[in-house]
């Protein structure tokens, strides 16, 4: 009988378990980490460094930014409405699209990420510590090719969106 063309082989099944597993490790330590030194969420720590970090301006747009850290645009809205409040980030209407909006980090929310960047360090380190500095870079030459496949595919925000 011919094997099914779509099961998965053991190998991807394990490789899927272990990075899962470690994925929801890293990030269960990650969220208290950023609770406790940062009263941030791991979407709004994402939002802030994106922007403050990843964005030479310290502004993207929102669908720039949902289809970055893979969020709802519902979502998305959301947090960075938190992120408003708080006075971490602000919005205003993109230059280059009548109806997007620009979101932009402020200096408290670059102060923000600065309070909580060593204490986010001292968790990666001490839960990747296993990982010798080949292992590492070995690590994100096998994961890149797959990232980069499955971002390849239309970004989030240009689905169509679903009727209720």
Do not use: C, W
């Not at 929801?24 to 940062?38: C, I, M, P, S």
């Not at 970055?68 to 602000?90: E, F, I, M, N, P």
């Amino acid at each position: 009988m011919p094997e099914d063309p779509s099961a998965v082989d053991a190998a991807q099944l394990n490789a899927y378990f272990a990075l899962m597993d470690v994925a929801g490790l890293l990030k269960h330590a990650v969220e208290q980490q950023l609770r406790e030194d940062g009263d941030l969420s791991f979407i709004q720590f994402q939002l802030l460094a994106r922007l403050g970090l990843g964005s030479p301006t310290g502004s993207e747009r929102m669908t720039d930014l949902a289809d970055g850290v893979v969020y709802s645009r519902s979502g998305l809205t959301y947090q960075v409405g938190l992120l408003d409040k708080a006075g971490l980030v602000t919005r205003a209407p993109s230059p280059d699209d009548d109806r997007g909006v620009t979101v932009t980090i402020t200096d408290a929310g670059r102060e923000r990420i600065a309070t909580v960047m060593p204490g986010h360090g001292e968790v990666l380190k001490r839960l990747l510590q296993p990982l010798a500095a080949v292992d590492a870079e070995t690590i994100t030459e096998l994961l890149s090719p797959v990232r980069d496949h499955m971002r390849a595919a239309p970004p989030r925000s240009a689905a169509p969106r679903r009727r209720r």
